[in-house]
């Protein structure tokens, strides 16, 4: 009797340490962080038209395109840009194609803080001051204690960055044909255009 009880107690502890190490075993097998964030270059089953893996190299390489020409490059001054957004010519209306713009502006700031300066429109400031402090009347001095930019000191943006966004579907594919476009707000002249394509297959 007495060997049947510690034979039971043995089971019971092999038991134990068996289920631990199952525990242990199953916690090391269970998905890890990468399963739930996949690289930025994987493509996932079921996504459709461009990818995050477009976004990075479109923006990579067309900023560095931007920083080269003359207007910027030969500047000795910093050069005063706002973005006025992407129109989405595709037939996904549907994406946040802004995202696209917001990276470029990410990018040239972080690397070319000394050669270029980003502002925003004149309404969507005028709106930020209202919201953060209140009416942008009285005099210039009263405005300046309160932190308020006076209205006569506002950089004055001289070039417009914008994109527009194209495709061409098909039963099977689908071309995509991204531009930027950097524009003289003086002149209207379109001083730089860069463009980014590619081609996807339509996964229905």
Known sequence: MRKQVIQSKCWKIGTGAALAACLLLSGCAQPGYSTYRPSISSFQPGDQGLQSRDLVDMTNRLAADLLKIPEIAQNPNKVIIVMTGIDNKTSQPWQNDQIYLARMRALLNQYARDRLAFVIGPQQLQQLQQQELGSTGGDPF???????????????????????????????????????????????????????????????
Request: hydrophobic letters at 30%; glycine letters at 6%; one cysteine or more.
């Open 142 to 204: 009263e405005q300046s204690s309160r932190g308020q930019v006076p209205q006569n000191t506002r950089m004055i943006p001289q070039y417009a960055l914008k994109g527009v966004f194209y495709d061409l579907p098909n039963s099977a594919t689908t071309y995509y044909l991204c531009t930027f476009q950097l524009v003289n707000l003086q002149t209207g002249e379109l001083v730089w255009e860069g463009h980014y394509e590619t081609r996807t297959l339509n996964l229905y």
